[in-house]
T-cell receptor, first 114, second 114 residues
């Protein structure tokens, strides 16, 4: 059974700092990994999708890396802004399922202090 | 291009009642998945529909059921509501395949069972 862990559970940083969010998964037989952002009481916004053949994906100030062999992914946020405050979730497809099912971590709640 | 839309946004029900939640998939997407997100947790996969048939199910009892319509919209029905069913219910749409495209979520329906 795939398990996804995100560390830390919460993070508070001053505006302008660079930061790294961590995601680990137990079954390395994944074919992609997706990072999402969730604002309080809202749905999920897809940030980055990394295919297993890729090692990195970048979108603006966001950079996500994937190391399948070690079961890890990181989301790097450069020059953080108060608007980046949200919960960040990573998710991987459930191995062996006939349908496309995602297994999520519990998320990292980020607060960027002005 | 319209995104995933869900209705209603909020709902309050009494234990033992039945509820129906609705989802319109993103234009061009013929696969719909439903997830349950309890407070402080990551989303949990309920089931997925493709071509109007359920083609994958998570660890949820049969009182959770669904439908998909010819226009790819979907319903989630929950019978005999329990207090633990209180959660944010998220709908996601996608194209079938091996996860080459990111999963797109709606803003969810917040269900409160009293």
């Amino acid at each position: 059974k795939q398990e996804v862990t995100q560390i830390p559970a919460a993070l508070s940083v001053p505006e302008g700092e660079n930061l790294v969010l961590n995601c680990s998964f137990t079954d390395s037989a994944i074919y992609n990994l997706q990072w999402f952002r969730q604002d309080p009481g809202k749905g999920l916004t897809s940030l980055l999708l990394i295919q297993s053949s890729q090692r990195e994906q970048t979108s603006g100030r966001l950079n996500a890396s994937l190391d399948k062999s070690s079961g890890r992914s990181t989301l790097y946020i450069a020059a953080s802004q108060p608007g980046d405050s949200a919960t960040y979730l990573c998710a991987v497809p459930y191995s062996g399922a006939g349908s496309y099912q995602l297994t999520f971590g519990k998320g990292t709640k980020l607060s960027v202090i002005p | 291009e319209t995104g995933v839309t869900q209705s209603p946004t909020h709902l309050i029900k009494t234990r033992g009642q039945q509820v129906t939640l609705r989802c319109s998939s993103q234009s061009g997407h013929n696969t719909v998945s439903w997830y349950q997100q309890a407070l402080g947790q990551g989303p949990q996969f309920i089931f997925q529909y493709y071509r109007e048939e359920e083609n994958g199910r998570g660890n949820f009892p049969p009182r959770f059921s669904g439908l998909q319509f010819p226009n790819y919209s979907s319903e989630l029905n929950v019978n005999a509501l329990e207090l633990d069913d209180s959660a944010l219910y998220l709908c996601a749409s996608s194209t079938p395949g091996t996860g080459l495209s990111p999963l797109h979520f709606g803003n969810g329906t917040r269900l409160t069972v009293t």
